[in-house]
Structures are given as structure tokens and as C-alpha cells.
T-cell receptor, first 116, second 116 residues
Framework: DARVTQTPRHKVTEMGQEVTMRCQPI?????VFWYRQTMMQGLELLAY????????DSGMPKDRFSAEMPDATLATLKIQPSEPRDSAVYFC??????????????FGPGTRLTVL | DAKTTQPPSMDCAEGRAANLPCNHS???????VYWYRQIHSQGPQYIIH???NNETNEMASLIITEDRKSSTLILPHATLRDTAVYYC?????????????????FGSGTQLTVLP
């Protein structure tokens, strides 16, 4: 049963520290999404990759957030420096996009981040 | 994207069929009906999607009315593990590669509680 995996599942850190979250998309998927979910804002798209190329990161605070795909099996989301307002659950999702056709997004279990 | 309307909550007895309705009266001909669910403290989980015809997979069945203005998600034999918030969303069959187009937007959904 292919699944998106994310590590760590939980992270507690202090304000100002660097946080790195990792995601392994489903093998063969060519799109990767990073979302953030909070009670107040719901699900927000932070970044979107297709074939490892970042196509849209307009949802990310540029000064502190960065997203990369070093290879097809790993996507990373970094926050440096972290702030208490970054506390949220961060989800990675992957899919297969062919041309302009819509892809189904499959989500990972999420990383619950708490910044003190 | 077309707006969807779902009842805020429903109960279902364990072992019985759970029928979750969704209204999408402004859906256009080139839009899918998608269903996701989110179990507490887990990532959103894709369930099923359809365009015109009824669809069935190992998780559920999707019944779309002939005029496509409403649909019903059917969990044939609900279990306690099916307790979750269920989201009905409408997505275009084709999407540009921009973040705003790729963002999955969940409404309030239906809280399904499966009772023992």
C-alpha cells in the first residue's frame, strides 16, 4: 500500500531554531505539495513542485521558509528562524499530473510543529 | 470552483451504510466531484472522485445525480474507524500549474460519527 511518509511526526522547538521537515512522496508521483493546517486558517498551500521543479511557493513566507526537492524521493521544508506563529500541522501530498489534467493529491500523516 | 454544501454532522450505526450527501448545484460540466476525509490528528485521505457516472472503489461508492447538482458518498458497512470529517469538493478536470489552481480547499465538511 503506497503512502506518503513524513518525518518527524512531532517536533517541539524553541523560537529562533531551525526546523527541517521531510517528505517521501509515493514512488512514481511527479507532483509534491506542502500544506499547513491550523484551526484558524484551515489548509493553506505553501509550495508546489512538479517533476522536482518548484512551480509555486507564493504561499510561503519567503524570509524564513524554504522548500526543496533534492531528488525525486525527498522533499524538504525548512523554517529558519522558527517563530511561535509557525506552530501548525504541516502536510506533504503527492500526485501524478499528466499535462493539464487534474491530479489526485495523496496526503502524508503530517508533522505537528510546536514552536515555544 | 463550484461551492458545495454538506450537513454539518451525521451519525451512523456501526455495520450500517453511511450515506453522506453533498449539494453542488453550480457545478460545471468540466468539474469533478471529489471526496476526502480527515480522521482526527491524521492527514486528509482521498476517498473517491467522479465526473458523471457512479463510481465504486474499495473504500466507498459515489452516486452522482443525472443533473450533477448533488452527490452521495456511501460507506457500505461503516466501522468505528470511519468516524471523521468528510469533505466534498469540486475540482476542474484541467488545472494550470499555479498554486491558486492547485490548492485543495476544504469547506466545513460533515462530521460523521459511527456509533457502536
Amino acid at each position: 500500500d503506497a503512502r506518503v511518509t513524513q518525518t518527524p511526526r512531532h517536533k517541539v522547538t524553541e523560537m529562533g531554531q531551525e526546523v527541517t521537515m521531510r517528505c517521501q512522496p509515493i514512488l512514481g508521483h511527479n507532483t509534491v505539495f506542502w500544506y499547513r493546517q491550523t484551526m484558524m486558517q484551515g489548509l493553506e498551500l505553501l509550495a508546489y513542485f512538479r517533476n522536482r521543479a518548484p512551480l509555486d511557493d507564493s504561499g510561503m513566507p519567503k524570509d524564513r521558509f524554504s522548500a526543496e526537492m533534492p531528488d525525486a524521493t525527498l522533499a524538504t521544508l525548512k523554517i529558519q528562524p522558527s517563530e511561535p506563529r509557525d506552530s501548525a500541522v504541516y502536510f506533504c501530498a503527492s500526485g501524478i499530473k499528466q499535462g493539464a489534467l487534474t491530479d489526485t493529491q495523496y496526503f502524508g500523516p503530517g508533522t505537528r510543529l510546536t514552536v515555544l | 470552483d463550484a461551492k458545495t454544501t454538506q450537513p454539518p454532522s451525521m451519525d451512523c450505526a456501526e455495520g450500517r451504510a453511511a450515506n453522506l450527501p453533498c449539494n453542488h448545484s453550480t457545478i460545471s460540466g468540466n468539474e469533478y466531484v471529489y471526496w476526502y476525509r480527515q480522521i482526527h490528528s491524521q492527514g486528509p485521505q482521498y476517498i473517491i472522485h467522479g465526473l458523471k457516472n457512479n463510481e465504486t472503489n474499495e473504500m466507498a461508492s459515489l452516486i452522482i445525480t443525472e443533473d450533477r447538482k448533488s452527490s452521495t458518498l456511501i460507506l457500505p458497512h461503516a466501522t468505528l474507524r470511519d468516524t471523521a470529517v468528510y469533505y466534498c469538493i469540486v475540482r476542474p478536470t484541467r488545472q494550470m500549474d499555479s498554486g491558486s489552481a492547485r490548492q485543495l480547499t476544504f469547506g466545513s465538511g460533515t462530521q460523521l460519527t459511527v456509533l457502536p
